[in-house]
């Protein structure tokens, strides 16, 4: 069975030595179910659609708190079965 995890990813400009942040907060059993997550959760933020090479979907949304500017993307990982 493959499942799918959603990640998520923390920038920051305020310290850009600093690694981002990656957390894995939910796991799903195909693809769709999370695709259908991003969806649900755009409708709440305003994050836009991006594409990497690969065609793989990001939601990306600009943090423009004070003390932290950077962005957060989510989007879906199957599980990698190479190793």
Do not use: H
Not at 19 to 43: F, G, H, R
């Amino acid at each position: 069975m493959i499942m799918v995890a959603m990640v998520v990813v923390i920038t920051t400009i305020n310290n850009p030595d600093e690694s981002p942040k990656v957390s894995v907060p939910a796991i799903y059993k195909n693809m769709k179910e999370c695709q259908n997550q991003l969806d649900e959760l755009k409708k709440f933020i305003d994050a836009k659609d991006i594409y990497d090479n690969k065609k793989i979907r990001f939601l990306k949304y600009k943090n423009r708190e004070f003390n932290q500017k950077g962005s957060i993307f989510w989007y879906c990982k199957p599980e990698d079965n190479t190793q």
